[in-house]
């Protein structure tokens, strides 16, 4: 009798430090000089990066060779929070408005995101210094936000303070799911046995 072949999959945690691509390599000639994934750690073959996060953003990012998991976590099904340093002191307006919906450009097309959970946050967070230094208090006040969204556009968070006046000077994923960044340095890598997000 023949048994079926039980596929295995491996699964990684990373914190994706500023100014790094999402990827692991590029054939393109204006990447030639970025930074990969692939010199933070020798992932195995066929492993991916599960959504992204663009060059100037940090935090979490999972990786896996598990496509089921993959096309979960990028549905809307997961929630994606994020901690913001937006340039000026926010307004009780600007985050009602981004709590409701706002109106940002995917691909040439305008689109209204989804109502979201946002907050200030009290005091900064507790987050390792970022290697681009963001620019200092004498340029006037930031203020701190945590953003949850379900969804995941091009870019959105940024685009999303940004149609409220606010535009995003430090983006941090800290939490997919029910897995947390918490104290991971930029670059550390962590493998999983098994990667639960709910």
Not at 6 to 17: C, D, G, I, Q
Not at 44 to 67: A, C, F, I, Q, W
Not at 110 to 139: G, M, W
Request: net charge positive.
């Amino acid at each position: 009798m023949e048994t079926s072949k039980v596929e295995t999959h491996v699964y990684y945690m990373l914190h994706k430090p500023f100014g790094y691509l999402s990827q692991f390599m590029s054939n393109a000639k204006h990447e030639r000089n970025k930074k990969f994934l692939g010199e933070l750690y020798e992932f195995p073959e066929g492993v991916m990066p599960v959504g992204r996060l663009d060059k100037n953003s940090e935090g979490l990012l999972l990786l896996t060779t598990d496509g089921f998991l993959s096309n979960k976590i990028n549905s809307s099904q997961v929630e994606k929070e994020y901690y913001v340093q937006v340039d000026g002191a926010i307004t009780a307006s600007a985050i009602a408005a981004l709590q409701m919906s706002v109106n940002i450009g995917f691909k040439g097309i305008k689109y209204d995101t989804k109502p979201c959970k946002v907050f200030q946050l009290e005091a900064s967070p507790n987050l390792p210094e970022r290697s681009k230094k963001i620019r200092d208090a004498r340029h006037g006040p930031t203020s701190w936000l945590s953003i949850t969204i379900n969804e995941g556009k091009f870019r959105q968070v940024r685009k999303m303070t940004s149609a409220v006046g606010f535009p995003t000077l430090r983006l941090v994923r800290v939490r997919i799911g029910t897995i947390h960044l918490n104290r991971m340095a930029p670059g550390e890598v962590i493998k999983l046995d098994i990667l639960k997000v709910d």
